[in-house]
Structure formats: structure tokens, C-alpha cells
């Protein structure tokens, strides 16, 4: 809700345009990656898990939903770094509670439910926004952001009961480390490298949102009803990673996660490039949007799913917040220079900028090719 809300809030609201919106998604997103390399060795003490993830849910949701009583941008700023540092900060947590529950020629499966999850929830999201705004206006409709918040960070303490009585009790209490070393010598450098470079082409949503409602104003249309296309139009990006998540999963089990990834890559050029060329044509627009939705459903269950298979249950955690700390660092880059480039140059610079990272990632898919499959560790169910 707040997602697809934040764009027009800044810039009818508060008068600010893309930079700041740019430099706020960024910034959250490099302090989302901070807070995920720490969770990692934190969930790796699974009876730590649940009170990470819990805890982690119900701060996002007060963050975000505060939002909705700001008046100047810094407020927003701040807001949205607090309730993406909590989102960082469970992300290890709940990610281990995955593999706990699923068995481990499953794992493609569990993260491709689990992104298809997320992204149901966004599709949701955007409608209730795109129905509250009008009646309610946009500051009432992020304050109301909190319920389903809260209604998370219960669903996720169940589930985190169900996961510890499928580890069992004998698994010993670990040590607080990264493990940067051993991470190494299991070969997460090379996964890490085309995930780098995708991430510095994974813009933040927000700016497809507010480039589809400039799009849509300038031919004719007035602000309003721009917006409420252009969510729409986002909802639409959801129910295409929703579904390809599931896809994914089953891909990245039965084939090869490598595949998964590239091939999201591969769509994300697509849907930046009509972006970039600013077609005015909802239709148009409607392609982008299911396009980057598939890229983005295809590449996260691949990159979660390459982390899980290729480390033994004792290093997990911690790959999970190496690999959140790259996907946020990457995604700072991405946000706030496209962000700069649109300011100072054009859209179409900016967004032929991200399709050019997203091609190099397609091109150095092949370091994902796993040099073994871990087995299972004796907790897995």
C-alpha cells in the first residue's frame, strides 16, 4: 500500500520529485543490506529465529505506517529507513525458517512460495490503495498500512513454532560470526558477482511507478487518474512475479537455478527499454510492468535458491545476509543514480543506464553454476 502511495505522496504532498524519491528508496535499501549481514549471524542460533522475524515484522509495519503522519521529506526518510532496517533484519531469520520446513530438493519450491507470497500481498495492496486514496486521501490510507502489518508478524510466529519443532532440540548454540572466511572458501564470490551486477539494474519500484505516471499525465490525463493507472499498472508487475515466482521454483528444483536467473535478466532488459523510450500507451506500459515483474519473480527465487543448496546448514544464515547486504548495496546504486539521471539528464538515459547492468548479469550467469550440491543437514525435514 504504501509503496505505490509514496511516489505521488512526495510529489504532490511534500513537493519533491525523483531524486529525493530515488535517494529515500536507496538509502533504505543500503541500510535493509547493513541490517541483513547482521541478522545473518543472528538467525544462525535457531532460538533466536523467531523472535528476529516477529519482531522484524511488527517494526516495519509501525515505520511504514507512520509515514502516513509526516510532513517533510526528511521524516519520510527516516520512516522508511527504520522500517527497512527491521525488514533486514528478519530477512535471515525467516529465510532459515524456510529451509527448516522444506526438504532440500525443495528449496527452489519453498523460495518460489514464499516470493510468490510477497508478491500477492503487494497485488492486494495496491488495489486497496488505489480504492482508499480517493475516499480517504493518501495520508489515512498509509496509516492503515499497519493492520496487515501486524496481522504478519503473527502469521510469521507461528510458522517460527512450527520450524523449531521441525530442527528439533539438538542443535547446539552457535556463535555470533560472519564467517566471511568460510563463506569464501564455499564459493560465495561467485555468486555473488552476477547478483551484484543484477541488483545495480534493480531499480526500486517506485520509480516504474512514478515514470508510469508521468507517462500517463502528459497524454492527457489528469494526476489523479494517472495514478491510479500507474498503480494498477503495478499491480499487474506483482501478479506476473507472483505467478513466475512458483514457476521459478519448480524450475530451479527440476533444472537449473542458473537457467532461472539468467532468464530473468534477460526480461528485465525488455520491460526497461520500453521504459526507457516512454511510450504514453497504457498497453505499452502494461508489457513493462509484467515484464519486470517476471525478471524480478525469476532472479530472487534463483538467488535465494543457489545460497540455500550451495552452503551447509552452519554457514546459511550467514550467506543469506551476505546475500541480502549485495542485493541492498546493489539496489543503492541502481535507485539513486537512475535517480540522479533522470534528474539531471532524462528517463530515457536513466533507464537505458539499468538495462545496460541487467544485460551484464545475463552475461555472467555462468559463476552460479554450483561446483556442488550441499546435502541436507540432519535437521532439514
Avoid at 105 to 119: I, K, L, P, S
Avoid at 243 to 252: F, I, K, P, R, S
Avoid at 280 to 286: I, N, T
Amino acid at each position: 500500500m504504501v509503496t505505490s502511495l509514496l511516489p505521488t505522496f512526495l510529489a504532490s504532498t511534500l513537493h519533491s520529485g525523483p531524486a529525493a524519491l530515488g535517494a529515500i528508496d536507496g538509502v533504505a535499501d543500503a541500510l535493509t543490506g547493513i541490517t541483513k549481514l547482521a541478522g545473518g549471524p543472528l538467525a544462525n542460533d535457531p532460538t533466536r529465529r523467531a523472535r528476529l522475524a516477529s519482531s522484524g515484522y511488527l517494526g516495519t509495519a509501525i515505520a511504514t505506517a507512520a509515514i502516513g503522519l509526516t510532513t517533510a521529506v526528511w521524516q519520510v526518510a527516516i520512516l522508511r529507513g527504520l522500517a527497512w532496517m527491521s525488514r533486514g533484519i528478519r530477512s535471515p531469520a525467516r529465510d532459515m525458517l524456510l529451509t527448516s520446513l522444506a526438504r532440500h530438493d525443495a528449496y527452489g519450491r519453498a523460495f518460489g512460495v514464499e516470493r510468490a507470497g510477497d508478491n500477492a500481498g503487494a497485488i492486494i495492496g495496491p488495489l486497496l490503495a488505489a480504492g482508499l486514496v480517493g475516499v480517504l486521501g493518501a495520508r489515512h490510507t498509509i496509516l492503515l498500512a499497519f493492520i496487515p502489518g501486524v496481522l504478519a508478524a503473527v502469521a510469521i510466529t507461528i510458522a517460527a513454532r512450527e520450524a523449531k519443532r521441525a530442527v528439533g532440540s539438538d542443535v547446539g548454540k552457535r556463535t555470533l560470526s560472519l564467517n566471511l572466511r568460510e563463506l569464501r572458501h564455499a564459493g560465495m564470490a561467485r555468486v555473488l558477482a552476477p547478483v551484484a551486477l543484477f541488483e545495480l539494474g534493480n531499480v526500486a519500484t517506485t520509480l516504474l511507478i512514478l515514470r508510469a505516471t508521468g507517462l500517463l499525465h502528459t497524454s492527457g490525463r489528469s494526476l489523479t487518474a494517472a495514478t491510479s493507472l500507474a498503480i494498477l499498472l503495478f499491480v499487474a508487475h506483482n501478479v506476473a512475479a507472483t505467478a513466475t515466482a512458483l514457476v521459478a521454483g519448480q524450475l530451479a528444483d527440476r533444472m537449473s537455478a542458473r537457467g532461472v536467473f539468467a532468464a530473468g535478466g534477460v526480461v528485465y532488459v525488455g520491460g526497461y527499454l520500453i521504459f526507457a523510450f516512454g511510450s504514453h500507451a497504457w498497453p505499452v506500459l502494461l508489457l513493462a510492468f509484467v515484464l519486470a515483474g517476471v525478471g524480478i519473480g525469476f532472479a530472487e527465487t534463483a538467488e535465494s535458491t543457489v545460497v540455500a543448496r550451495g552452503l551447509p546448514d552452519h554457514l546459511r544464515s550467514n550467506g543469506f545476509g551476505v546475500l541480502g547486504l549485495t542485493q541492498a548495496l546493489g539496489d543503492l546504486g541502481s535507485t539513486v543514480i537512475a535517480g540522479v539521471l533522470w534528474s539531471l539528464v532524462s528517463p530515457t538515459v536513466a533507464f537505458a543506464y539499468l538495462a545496460a547492468w541487467m544485460f551484464a548479469s545475463v552475461v555472467a550467469s555462468g559463476l552460479l553454476r554450483p561446483r556442488h550440491d550441499t546435502p541436507p543437514s540432519t535437521g532439514a525435514k
